[in-house]
């Protein structure tokens, strides 16, 4: 049943639910009809409608005061289905060592085992639309023991608004709610139980929310956006008794390390490029984050549209031939010569306290304060990236697999590193052994606080080197069986 608190009146049934979940995303969605389906009556609040509206995105309008990153209102989908609606499809779980203590890292990781979430490994690939085993590239030839091929798979990709839709409309145990914004979570008077939940549509009727367990899975800036705004009875904000709540701000640095020039034995038939992958041991050894490396040969003609169609095919034509121009072409248009091997990166970022989402003065026009992201990065971090794009290089020269040329700011440690990102908001609300060190326990419980929980990829300990919607997919089903 689909309910638009718009339309509604103040008639509907909100109360006495087994679990209300607050986002319809991924891990929303996902716990919706894992509970549904277990015979759980579930209440799923989603403030915005079925597609893009001003007045729901101008809630995600926030500030930027560390490194340069998306506008926080252009990254983030607010609206059913969340962020699947613009997701690649790319899935892989976390690796072995994502769940290793690496006392190299500033904070403590996981307290879960990755065998905690491969249990779940299957029925996430059925969520997500994929069929097989995530596989790699067929490169016999490749020897290296640092960097192995990224074994992976490509969802359709899911949109999970317009899959889960129908199932949703006709499920007696599911009530989606849309146009229904979380503005409140009030706790009892012992502070340890959520009661009630306030909810406002875009017309400022307020409604009251009640269920036996709660659930925030809104996205990593807003759950902890949410939280921090929740403070007028715990100073700080819930679950923030150890300045936790909004720290750990990850995502995962996009490097330019240059360009490579291939060598054709090898590349000439290689269609779909290469993906590799950081090997545990080498990331152990040299105490560095895990990344992936992503090489593929520029397309001749070049592409592009227009004067800049006109633009790159005079560099082709009359410049690629001249080593220094062609190096200010690059840097300048961000144009590839024709056969030039084209790096992209996804890299971990570490947990740093000093990366958080905090509270702005600006309120909304539900009166909740806008974000303040301040993402930040660290010498670790740094050491990570310098370290795998010096060792891939001596790797693809061992192998005679081509020639990589660096950019100069990875081979120079005093230089600035340029940022580039992947929209993947991590961390914030951290799953910790104790609330010393995070917001949830392992079952994703917000610490202190009996019957409220987190979705999404706000509770990653450490992030991995690898897209996070698989994770989230399977945490949700872990926390769906958890509350059943």
Request: aromatic share 10%.
């Amino acid at each position: 049943m689909i309910i638009d608190l718009d339309t509604a009146t103040k008639n509907v049934k909100t109360a006495d639910y087994d679990v209300c979940i607050c986002g319809a995303g991924a891990a929303g969605i996902t716990l919706a009809v894992y509970l549904a389906r277990a015979g759980k009556k579930v209440a799923l609040l989603e403030a915005g409608g079925f597609e893009y509206s001003d007045q729901s995105y101008d809630c995600y309008k926030g500030k930027n005061t560390g490194m340069e990153y998306w506008g926080l209102d252009t990254c983030r989908l607010r609206y059913l289905g969340g962020t699947t609606n613009h997701w690649s499809g790319r899935c892989k779980p976390l690796d072995e060592v994502d769940f290793m203590e690496r006392d190299f890292f500033e904070l403590p990781g996981w307290p879960i085992q990755k065998s905690d979430l491969a249990n779940y490994e299957a029925e996430a690939k059925s969520v997500v639309d994929i069929s097989g085993d995530f596989t790699a590239a067929d490169i016999s030839n490749w020897t290296s023991g640092k960097f192995i091929p990224d074994r992976y798979a490509i969802s359709a990709p899911t949109r999970f608004g317009d899959k889960y839709r129908a199932e949703i409309e006709v499920s007696g145990n599911i009530s989606l709610f849309i146009n229904a914004n979380l503005i409140d979570v009030r706790l009892n008077k012992e502070l340890s139980s959520v009661t009630e939940l306030v909810v406002m549509d875009y017309g400022k009727k307020r409604f009251t929310f009640t269920g036996k367990n709660i659930v925030i899975a809104l996205g990593a800036i807003e759950n902890a956006r949410m939280l921090l705004n929740c403070d007028t009875q715990l100073k700080g904000g819930i679950g923030n008794q150890s300045d936790f709540v909004g720290r750990c701000f990850m995502e995962h640095y996009n490097i330019n390390y240059g360009f490579f020039s291939g060598n054709p034995k090898y590349w000439k038939n290689m269609k779909k490029g290469l993906s590799l992958y950081t090997d545990s041991q080498f990331s152990l050894e040299h105490k560095i984050g895990n990344g992936n490396v992503s090489m593929s040969i520029s397309p001749d003609p070049p592409t592009g549209g227009g004067r800049s169609k006109e633009l790159r095919k005079y560099i082709r034509n009359n410049v690629c031939k001249w080593d220094e121009i062609t190096e200010l072409s690059r840097k300048f248009v961000d144009f590839q010569c024709p056969g030039d091997g084209i790096l992209g990166t996804l890299m971990e970022q570490s947990p740093n306290k000093n990366s958080r989402v905090s509270l702005d003065k600006e309120t909304d026009s539900f009166g909740l304060r806008r974000v303040n992201l301040s993402w930040q990065m660290n010498e670790l971090d740094k050491r990570t990236i310098r370290t795998i794009g010096i060792e891939l290089a001596k790797e693809f020269a061992r192998q005679d697999y081509g020639r990589v040329q660096l950019a100069s700011y990875i081979l120079d440690e005093n230089a600035k590193i340029p940022v580039g990102y992947h929209c993947h908001s991590i961390g914030t609300t951290r799953m910790s052994k104790s609330p010393e060190y995070g917001v949830v326990d392992k079952d994703c419980k917000v610490f202190g606080i009996d019957n409220l929980y987190i979705g999404g990829s706000s509770v990653f300990s450490t992030g991995g080197g690898t897209n996070p919607t698989f994770t989230i997919v399977e945490l949700a089903l872990r926390l769906a069986k958890h509350l059943s």
